[in-house]
């Protein structure tokens, strides 16, 4: 099967500012969001249909791609993540982000026209920061693994972004299949195995390990259910309840080069950087930050060959109807 990449009527430079203020001391996670917005299908619910966001995580990206966006003096980070050093993460496996704090709430500037019936996922302090979204009715704990407790065939659309954290795919994939009514449609954002080309030990297999590791940051043990594009084409085929309509590249081999250093080897030590800058300084510097990525980024997002050929992509999305 072929890759579109279509844009869907996103306005380039209003999305990337907005996902870098969302991402700002992440800017490699604002330039993917954007990518994924201006190249992705639209994922908001049309009137009356039910929706679940499988795996949603604390719903922010989710939120945004669906048209929803955050006040500038919403802030993502400080508090709101796990205070872990780089080498604590790397060595203990932590996800900053699922760390519940006391004082999250998320600053909405525009919400979403329409929301979700249902969001799972497996981490309770993820689902604790989507709750006060307001973008979900219903939120589960649940393990892509495991049914979730949605009723059978009672969905329009399924979107989930996350099918390849897990390494048993396809029982995961029959899992969202069997809530999807006849005529209703999945949309799954997947990583192929051109992630696994990004991995230093592969790019840079000469360095030392402990640099490996820490450019790493242990995102190879969290993908264990990676396929190449014709896998996944493969994967989805063999259930006679759905067929493939669509795939995108979401995720052009230039923007997931800059997405693959990025500023994560830094992040730990500029959050504690940024979270001390005195309360009044901050909007103006971030402010500045963020018109520097955007200057620097939109060309990119513009025209991702540009900057080096266009590659096998990283990420791909399926769009696949319910018989």
């Not at 249902?118 to 006060?132: E, N, Q, S």
């Not at 790019?203 to 030392?208: F, K």
Request: glycine residues 8%; hydrophobic residues 40%; aromatic residues 10%.
């Amino acid at each position: 099967m072929g890759v579109d990449m279509v844009p869907v009527g996103h306005d380039l430079r209003e999305t990337l500012e907005s996902a870098l203020s969302l991402w700002w001391l992440r800017p490699e996670n604002g330039l993917a969001l954007a990518s994924y917005c201006l190249a992705g299908t639209d994922l908001r619910p049309t009137p009356g249909e039910n929706a679940a966001d499988f795996a949603c995580g604390d719903g922010v990206n989710s939120f945004f791609k669906c048209g929803g966006r955050f006040a500038p003096e919403f802030d993502l980070f400080g508090g709101a993540v796990h205070p872990a050093t780089s080498r604590e993460i790397v060595s203990q496996g932590i996800d900053v982000f699922a760390h519940q704090a006391d004082n999250y709430n998320p600053q909405i500037r525009q919400r979403p026209d329409r929301g979700y019936q249902w969001g799972t996922d497996h981490k309770p302090a993820l689902l604790a920061k989507a709750r006060p979204l307001g973008f979900y009715q219903h939120l589960l704990e649940a393990d892509l693994r495991q049914p979730a407790a949605i009723p059978a065939e009672s969905l329009d659309l399924a979107y989930c972004n996350s099918l390849y954290w897990v390494p048993d795919v396809a029982t995961a994939f029959d899992h969202i299949v069997d809530k999807v009514r006849p005529g209703g449609r999945l949309v799954l954002d997947v990583m192929t195995d051109r992630r696994s080309a990004l991995s230093f030990d592969a790019l840079l297999p000469a360095m030392p390990q402990a640099w490996r590791d820490v450019m790493n940051r242990g995102r190879q043990n969290n993908n264990p259910g990676i396929l190449s594009q014709s896998g996944w084409e493969a994967l989805f085929g063999r259930n006679e309840r759905v067929e493939i309509v669509g795939c995108r590249d979401i995720f052009p081999s230039a923007i997931a080069q800059i997405w693959n250093v990025g500023l994560r080897p830094l992040f730990p030590v500029l959050n504690r950087m940024a979270d001390a800058i005195a309360a009044e300084r901050r909007p103006d510097i971030k402010r500045e930050w963020v018109e520097i990525f955007a200057d620097l980024f939109e060309p990119v997002l513009r025209d991702p060959s540009a900057l080096m050929p266009t590659g096998p992509s990283a990420r791909l999305q399926f769009i696949i109807r319910r018989r």
